[in-house]
């Protein structure tokens, strides 16, 4: 079975813009979470996604949203783009989002904001 | 607040001998705990997990302990070989919900 893909692997934005990251799941997991990385505050929740609809969020501003569509890949959007943002964006799987399941990373979308 | 915390920052370990990562949380919520390594600039790779109603999970060279009355939990890996040298986190769900909290990480690296 093929990974987690995320697409692109790497981006460079100027202060200002927007981005949006690509995530598609493995194949027959419903459940699709996003995280960011960054060296001063770890690896930290953006938001969890089942069946199309938002089921969790994590403590960040409404400049992050996200989506999933029908086939269960996902989409995250941040807009307005400050140079905070620059992180490793992880996206990751599981079946159902039950809680005692795992979840599998993606390898990272790394943005850089100039 | 920091609910999972992984204290040592860095390990050193010789080839061939074990390796012991620790991991410390707060929240008496968690039931769900879960070993990752991670090397730089790719995603966390999972590695093993132990739900709150077990003490021990093993699989192959990794072994998972967790001590809930102390909200301790410890990786072993035995025996250490140079591939294993990476960042180890430690992450955490409570029940209910799908959120991973994880801890800082440490770098284990491996010395032939």
């Known amino acids: 079975k093929a990974g987690v893909t995320q697409t692109p692997r790497y981006l460079i934005k100027t202060r200002g813009q927007q981005v949006t990251l690509s995530c598609s799941p493995i194949?027959?997991?419903?459940?699709v979470s996003w995280y960011q990385q960054t060296p001063g505050q770890g690896l930290q929740f953006l938001f969890e996604?089942?069946?199309?609809?938002?089921?969790n969020k994590g403590n960040f501003p409404g400049r992050f949203s996200g989506r999933q569509f029908s086939n269960s890949r996902s989409e995250m959007n941040v807009s307005t783009l400050e140079l905070g943002d620059s992180a490793l964006y992880l996206c990751?799987?599981?079946?159902?989002?039950?809680?005692?399941?795992?979840?599998?990373f993606g390898p990272g979308t790394r943005l850089l904001v100039l | 607040d920091q609910q999972v915390k992984q204290n040592s920052p860095s390990l050193s370990v010789q080839e061939g001998r074990i390796s012991i990562l620790n991991c410390d949380y707060t929240?008496?919520?968690?039931?769900?705990f879960l070993w990752y390594k991670k090397y730089p600039a790719e995603g966390p790779t999972f590695l093993i997990s132990?739900?709150?109603?077990?003490d021990k999970n093993e699989d192959g060279r990794f072994t998972v302990f967790l001590n809930k009355s102390a909200k301790h939990l410890s990786l072993h890996i035995v025996p250490s070989q140079p591939g294993d040298s990476a960042v180890y986190f430690c992450?955490?769900?409570?029940?209910?919900?799908?959120?991973?909290?994880f801890g800082q990480g440490t770098r284990l690296t491996i010395n032939p």
């Open positions: 990751a799987s599981s079946q159902t989002g039950k809680a005692r399941e795992t979840q599998y």
């Open positions: 929240n008496s919520m968690f039931d769900y």
């Open positions: 194949s027959g997991h419903r459940s």
């Open positions: 132990i739900s709150s109603i077990k």
């Open positions: 996604y089942f069946s199309e609809t938002q089921r």
């Open positions: 992450a955490a769900k409570s029940q209910g919900a799908q959120k991973l909290v």
